[in-house]
């Protein structure tokens, strides 16, 4: 291949700026205004890239988002972009380009021998071959020689990429002759409209070929139409590709920005979509037809006119259609000598003056080894050549509107697949609804916003108008060599053969065995000769054989893009406590517990020393805890006692003004949900205290049943977790840590006893002290809106240090709470565990009134005499804490059965021993029995007791 | 991402909502409820291919309604809020 840059020409760059850059270590010059690919020919750069699987050289094929084969790395001042299209990446100066897959260099690559093996490896072959013993076990290597380009797993963003959400009536994908004329129309009808491209220049197939526009040369049309949308307000996007249809007529669209900015990502929902997204030209089908210096004509064409580029010397070009005339007369007219090999009979009308026509004639095989060098005809004739332009016929790009599930259609007239039916709210415009002439392509454009379209003439096209005249030139399943389908995939026709041979004969089927249109082209260009070829082998239609799913995205999208700001603490945000900075000051380690970011434990200590001296000495004199997650649900109405009645398990209406009681609510299955204290404020008044993680899933629950049973005037409820800290001064000596705070409340015990609440104020603001206890020793948590808390907190800090107060993590609050056998839902329940299983079966024998999950109760499920119950489990003196998620066991027919499994183990640093919650089945009557434990394989045993191992009568809560 | 009409918010997309069960599975109340029909209630659904009525909640606004949508071609008919006529979509 003899590629070169002209001495003049070239519409899209500037001569006047030089700029360079390296590729595989070499350097490369060109203009503002190349793409790395349009460079890379200039200076004459045949191979590339290499093969994903037999290291073939690969050149430059196409000139946009269809090229499946100069995929490079690119390195720049805003980081490493792998897999990049060679041909829709601008050449910046500075930049390291490298070729993927490649070693040194794609010239010289160690792994090219491969291909000489390739024989041996069709579709497949590792599948069937390094199944014994295990894949995995080759894997690696054989993924290290494969592949494509190298990611930096280095990486980070300098910069978070930009979402954007968009509304707007019309959104125009394509801004070719079809997309201008469907924006024009839109604007003129006064609708707002984004008109996005993903070339880093509107005017798509003007850009490069002749046209002329109501009397205007075509890229002077478009300029004019550009310019008339951009000055009524209208946004324009380039470099941007729509590459996602979604339900109701969203459209994500990546916008990639030449300043080295991340990408945007573009989420626009507009009234219309007007999908003008053009065709793509397909390969000819011949052997070694994936030689450097093989490509598309219409690249070639836009390569000369777009960046002065001529593609080669003695060129011969294969085609089965109209279309490569252009290019053919360009080239020649360029300097280049030119024949055409037209499979056709009748020949071409058009050739004129300067090139070669062929007619009836087909290649049968080219020849060459880093570069094509010859082509062979059907007729047994040699054609000594440094470069092959093919046209095949012209796919069109219906990816988007089959996202959008709609049904192709055969066309026999365009040989290929073009939008049927059409959808509500898209049109179709241009050479994606299978117009040939710019006229068509124009007249379609202008209608395809149906109602949103202004009324006024469309523009016609003035000039001479395209024809195509496209026959059938597909592989042939008998053709000698290797002819390939899928540049990418590294696909040839026997590929495809072997398929069918083996049965996979659904194109679903053919795509995943042998990888054809897969990678990160998605088989834009290969993708029907494919789908052709298997309709010939088998027998049966191309329409018959229909086309694999098309799916987003279209073409590749950074993670980062589609992230935006949704990464490292953005990713999931934790929850953050009021005194967040004071627990830092304190020491707390943080740790996340149901989606809040809480103090584990405190001091920075070994982890393990410090929660056991938390446990300890909370026992002993006073703890200070921040309890503000707690959930705090106000239920509130002239029906609420009855509300609450029938959301919770317990009887809560007997509850008296000022007072609390612990309940269980359950799932309409039976299951206990959630625990928590209900305090109840007046009449009519309520507050659900809940389990931290499960607010949000209590809240929703408690509304469902409210709209859907009581109605909106029963009963109101609010969440107010947020809005109150609460803090906890919990331990022998709570109360006089409590009295010195000064609340201005009674708090002995005949005024403020066990399961009491009573008001107060600190500073001015009210407070509310309930008496109720996760620690099982006297407890007061203080509520108080959270703007306040920090002074409270402060002032108990100064009145616990008398007392020796200690500051409670999560961590030693779970000891504590497991002494006294109070369980966590979710981790001492699973997932069948009802009320009577944790002992409380008072109100499933005795309740009348309906409450949720009550009829479960009563299933022979629950009712089975064989559930697993809340139990303790004790170790034998001097022996470690079992290992939480052990399993009971016992041998039932000569074989091991699970009966149920720890749920909670510590070690309790106040009794000197572990404590153990578990479900074990029929454990509550089997207290006092001795059962197995195992764990990874080591069988233990342990004591079936009761799940209160510490202070049984309760002596502490009151003391 | 689909639009769904919250009858208190408007349009808004799907992402905003929770699927709360198909309408018109009615609670049966009191301990005489038979297995069966409590079965029926807790576990068995139509799961119909067309035209569906649904329950959602909109998270933001935290009400429950109703929505009637076709589960195969994802077209939304209309939404009312529990209890009300149903309005356009």
């Known amino acids: ?15 006047g700026r030089p700029l360079s850059f390296t590729f595989d270590g070499s350097r490369v010059e060109g203009f503002a205004g190349d ?22 050289p690969r050149g430059i094929w196409g000139s946009g988002v269809e090229e499946p084969n100069a995929l490079v790395d690119v390195e720049s001042a805003a980081g490493r972009v792998p897999n990049a299209r060679a041909t829709t990446v601008q050449a910046t100066d500075g930049i390291r380009v490298t070729s993927v897959n490649a070693s040194p260099t794609a010239e010289n ?43 930096d797993s280095d990486w980070k963003p300098r910069q978070v990429s930009d979402q954007v959400n968009h509304h707007c009536d019309v959104l125009v994908v394509g801004a070719g002759p079809a997309g201008l004329a469907a924006a024009a129309s839109a604007a003129a009808a006064g609708h707002s409209v984004v008109l996005a491209d993903d070339g880093a220049h509107p005017g798509g197939s003007l850009r490069h070929r002749v046209g002329e526009v109501d009397g205007v040369e075509g890229r002077a049309w478009v300029e004019a139409t550009v310019a008339r949308l951009k000055g009524a307000g209208q946004l324009m996007l380039s470099e941007t590709a729509a590459f996602g249809l979604y339900d109701h007529n969203l459209v994500a669209l990546n916008q990639r920005h030449a300043d080295g900015r991340p990408d945007t990502l573009w989420r626009v929902r507009p009234r219309r979509i007007v999908l003008a997204t053009g065709a793509i030209e397909r390969p000819v089908p011949f052997a070694n037809n994936d030689l450097p210096g093989i490509l598309s004509a219409d690249a070639a064409l836009s390569y000369l ?94 990816h988007l509107f089959s996202q959008a599930k709609g049904k192709l259609a055969w066309s026999d007239q365009l040989a290929a697949f073009i939008p049927g039916e059409l959808i509500d709210g898209i049109g179709v415009a241009g050479a994606v609804a299978g117009t040939v002439s710019l006229s068509e392509a124009l007249a379609s454009g202008a209608a395809a916003p149906g109602d949103f379209g202004s009324s006024s003439a469309a523009p016609r096209g003035t000039g001479a108008e395209a024809t195509l005249g496209v026959v059938s030139l597909w592989p042939n399943p008998k053709a000698k060599g290797r002819v390939w389908i899928d540049y990418q995939s590294d696909v040839t026709a026997k590929d495809v053969e072997l398929a069918a041979r083996e049965n996979f004969v659904s194109v679903e089927h053919l795509k995943r065995y042998t990888t054809l249109g897969m990678a990160t082209d998605q088989g834009k260009t290969s993708n029907l000769n494919g789908l052709a070829l298997l309709a010939d082998i088998t027998g049966r239609g191309i329409a018959e054989v229909g086309t694999t799913t098309y799916r987003p995205p279209f073409t590749p999208v950074p993670f980062a893009s589609l992230a935006g700001s949704r990464r490292a603490s953005m990713h999931a945000p934790v929850r953050r406590l009021p005194l967040e900075a004071n627990h830092r000051a304190a020491g707390a380690v943080f740790q996340e517990y149901g989606g809040w970011l809480r103090p584990a434990y405190y001091g920075g200590g070994e982890a393990g020393a410090s929660i056991e001296d938390e446990a300890r000495r909370a026992r002993q004199s006073v703890a200070l805890f921040d309890g503000s997650t707690l959930g705090k649900i106000e239920v509130v109405g002239p029906r609420a006692a009855e509300f609450v ?78 809005q109150y800290a609460t803090l906890t001064v919990s331990g022998p000596n709570a109360r006089q840590v409590v009295e010195a705070l000064d609340l201005g409340a ?16 600190f500073a001015g603001d009210e407070v509310r002290i309930a008496r109720v206890s996760f620690t099982g020793d006297r407890s007061y948590e203080i509520s108080i809106r959270a703007d306040r808390a920090e002074a ?49 079966a008072g109100p499933r024998t005795k309740r009348a009134g309906e409450f949720v999950g009550k009829r479960s109760l009563f299933t022979e499920a629950g009712n089975s005499a064989d559930r697993n119950q809340l139990v303790g489990l004790a170790v034998r003196e001097g022996e470690a804490p079992l290992a939480t998620g052990a399993h009971g066991v016992e041998k039932r027919d000569g074989r091991l059965r699970s009966i149920g499994f720890v749920t909670s183990s510590y070690q309790s640093p106040t009794l000197g021993r572990p404590v153990a919650l578990a479900l074990i089945e029929r454990g509550a009557a089997r207290h006092g029995e001795t059962i197995d434990v195992q764990h990874l394989g080591v069988v233990r045993q342990a004591t079936i007791v009761a799940p209160c191992a510490f202070d049984p009568e309760g002596r502490r809560l009151h003391a | 991402m689909q639009l769904f009409p919250c009858p208190f918010c408007g349009p808004r997309e799907e992402s905003e909502f929770h699927y709360g069960g198909e309408a018109g599975n009615l609670r049966p109340d009191g301990s005489e409820v038979t297995a069966e029909r409590w079965a029926g209630y807790l576990h068995m659904r139509d799961n119909p291919k067309g035209p569906t009525r649904e329950i959602w909640v909109h998270l933001t606004c935290g009400e429950f309604f109703a929505m009637s949508r076709d589960s195969v071609n994802h077209k939304v008919s209309g939404s009312t809020a529990l209890g009300e006529a149903e309005r356009g979509a």
């Open chain 1, 1 to 15: 291949m003899s590629a070169s840059r002209l001495t003049t020409g070239g519409s899209d760059i500037d001569r």
């Open chain 1, 35 to 56: 793409t790395i690919a349009s460079a890379l020919l200039a200076s004459g750069q045949a191979v590339v890239g290499r093969s994903f699987k037999y290291h073939r």
């Open chain 1, 109 to 151: 690559d160690r792994n090219a021998v491969l291909d000489r093996f390739a024989r041996f490896l069709p579709a497949a072959f590792y599948y069937k071959t390094f199944m014994w013993p295990d894949w995995h076990l080759f894997e690696p290597r054989i993924r290290a020689m494969a592949g494509l380009g190298i990611v």
């Open chain 1, 305 to 398: 006119r777009r960046h002065g580029v001529l593609v080669g010397r003695e060129i011969v070009v294969a085609t089965n259609n109209d279309s490569a005339y252009e290019p053919a007369s360009a080239l020649a007219a360029a300097g280049a000598s030119v024949t055409v090999v037209d499979c056709r009979r009748a020949g071409d009308a058009q050739a004129k003056g300067g090139i070669r026509v062929l007619a009836g004639r087909t290649i049968t095989a080219a020849r060459g080894r880093n570069a094509v060098q010859g082509v062979l005809l059907d007729d047994g004739t040699t054609l000594g050549v440094d470069c092959v332009l093919v046209s095949g016929g012209w796919t069109p790009t219906v």
């Open chain 1, 645 to 722: 009645d029938f959301i919770y398990y317990n009887t809560m209406s007997t509850l008296k003004p000022g007072h609390c009681r612990y309940g269980f609510m359950l799932s309409e299955n039976g299951v206990v949900f959630d625990d928590g204290v209900l305090v109840r404020l007046d009449e009519h008044r309520f507050i659900v205290s809940c389990s931290s993680s499960h607010v949000a899933a209590v809240h929703a629950r408690l509304e469902e049943w409210r709209q859907d049973r009581f109605g909106r005037e029963a009963v109101y409820i609010h969440n107010a977790t947020a």
């Open chain 1, 746 to 761: 009674a708090l002995d015990d005949a005024s403020l006893p066990h399961m009491a609440i009573a008001a107060g104020r």
């Open chain 1, 792 to 840: 409270l907190w402060a002032r108990m800090r100064q009145e616990g240090r008398a007392f020796d107060a200690v500051l409670l993590g999560l961590e030693s609050l779970m000891i504590l709470r497991a002494e006294k056998g109070y369980i966590v839902i979710g981790k001492d329940t699973d997932g069948t565990t009802m009320p009577h299983d944790l002992g409380v």
